[in-house]
Each structure stands twice: as C-alpha cells, then as structure tokens.
C-alpha cells in the first residue's frame, strides 16, 4: 500500500483544515486506517483510526470533539477534518495503514509522507 497524505497548511487558531490521504493498491478496504503527528522536537504521536469498514474510530484525548476521521472505500481515501485548530495542533501529519485500529500506532505497517498543518495564534 502506498499512501499520499495532502491538504496541510497555514490556519489562523480556531479554523479548520480537511487532510486527505490518498492510497493505491486494491486492498484499500482491508485495512485499518490512521493519522498521526509529530511536532517539532517531539515524538510522533497518535491522532485518530479508523477500522477498515469505518465502524469503529479511536482518537486522541487532545482532539477530540474537535477532530473526525473518515473514509470512502470506493475512492481509496481517508479524511481527517479538522475544526478548532489550536497552535498546539501544529505539526507534520502522516497518514498510516495497517491490520488494527486502536489508540497507539502499533497496528500501522504502512506510512505515507506527512503533509505540514500549521496553525497560527
């Protein structure tokens, strides 16, 4: 599986960013589905999963309420919308593939390169 994460930018704290990762292959469906952060200096972290038939999600205390993950089978897509932006948010973000969805990154076998959301004060 090969994974294109898109649609980061610059956005002022308390607007909103809508990320997509795009994958190839025809077993898009099969797999859980993830986001995930890492800010300067820091370890990357979990954001959200979503399993393969969107039935279950996971997220990260810090977004929830703010953030939604999604996915459309058909169009080998996964979504992130993101609502409530907060500078702490500020990070690359990278989408993720693999047999489990849950609240850590441990079920992700495949990484895709992240794409930069910066969010201003």
């Known amino acids: 599986v090969q994974l294109q994460a898109s649609g980061g930018g610059l956005v002022q704290a308390g607007g909103s960013l809508r990320l997509f990762c795009a994958a190839s292959g025809r077993t898009f469906s099969s797999y859980a589905m993830g986001w995930f952060r890492q800010a300067l200096g820091k370890e990357r972290e979990f954001v959200a999963t979503i399993s393969w038939s969107g039935a279950s999600t996971y997220y990260a205390d810090s977004v929830k309420g703010r953030f939604t993950i999604s996915r459309d089978n058909a169009k080998n897509t996964v979504y992130l919308q993101m609502n409530s932006l907060k500078p702490e948010d500020t990070a690359v973000h990278y989408c993720?593939?693999?047999?489990?969805?849950?609240?850590?990154?441990?079920?992700?076998?495949?990484w895709g390169k992240g794409t930069l959301v910066t969010v201003s004060s």
């Open positions: 993720a593939a693999g047999l489990r969805a849950g609240e850590d990154m441990y079920g992700m076998d495949y």
